[in-house]
């Protein structure tokens, strides 16, 4: 049995000059392929957070959790939403100190708020902060390098065959009826 040359480290490939002679279309597939494998889990990730956050409008995997806080006194109806984090906040009714909103109640003497809220599971909700990371976040840099890396795919697959190849030619029916598709999708 032949022994191949072991295959380098990631970082150390991305190191490596082309001194084998190896043809641009190689050295293309390599990249691609290292860097497939190392994202592969932060792709399932966002593949995941994607298709769960397709149903954020909806109840779909969600359970209710009993919320008790206590927020400032005397809160406004907007401050009262702002502060609870809910869209589209709006009071049902006011007794007393008690104003009743969708899911729960507030003093407004005492600050305490109790409300029920539908929350996916953990993991799912942190994939789901991962998929909208912001600025505001510490490891956004690792939103704007898998960015960066999902175009290196999308630009390398056109320089990993020859362009008078068959494979190719196939590849590029695919392409073009691909950006087809994205234009729709955004027109509509």
Same mark, same amino acid.
């Given at each position: 049995m032949k022994k191949g040359r072991p295959?380098?480290?990631? !970082?150390?490939?991305l190191q490596q000059p082309n001194t084998m002679g190896r043809k641009s279309e190689n050295t293309f597939r390599e990249f691609h392929r290292y860097l497939g494998f190392f994202l592969a889990g932060i792709m399932a990730v *966002?593949?995941?957070?994607?298709?769960?956050?397709?149903?954020?409008?909806?109840?779909? &995997?969600?359970?209710e959790y009993e919320v008790n806080t206590t927020l400032?006194?005397?809160?406004?109806?907007?401050? &009262?939403?702002? $502060?609870?984090?809910?869209?589209?906040f709006k009071v049902d009714k006011k007794e007393g100190d008690l104003v009743y909103f969708s899911g729960g109640t507030y003093n407004t003497k005492t600050g305490e708020a109790s409300y029920t809220e539908k929350r996916l599971p953990m993991i799912l909700e942190n994939m789901n902060k991962l998929h909208k990371m912001h600025t505001g976040n510490p490891l956004f840099w690792l939103g704007i !390098?898998?960015?960066?890396? &999902?175009?290196?795919? $999308?630009?390398?697959?056109?320089?990993? !065959?020859?362009?008078? $190849?068959?494979? *190719?030619?196939?590849?590029? *029916?695919?392409?073009?009826?691909?950006?087809?598709?994205?234009i729709v999708l955004l027109l509509v």
């Open positions: 295959i380098p480290p990631f !970082f150390f490939i *966002y593949a995941i957070s994607g298709i769960v956050l397709t149903f954020r409008s909806t109840d779909f &995997l969600k359970s400032e006194p005397n809160l406004q109806e907007e401050a &009262l939403g702002t $502060a609870l984090r809910k869209r589209g !390098f898998f960015g960066i890396a &999902l175009l290196f795919f $999308a630009v390398s697959a056109f320089f990993m !065959f020859k362009p008078n $190849a068959p494979i *190719y030619k196939k590849g590029l *029916y695919f392409a073009v009826a691909g950006f087809l598709l994205t």
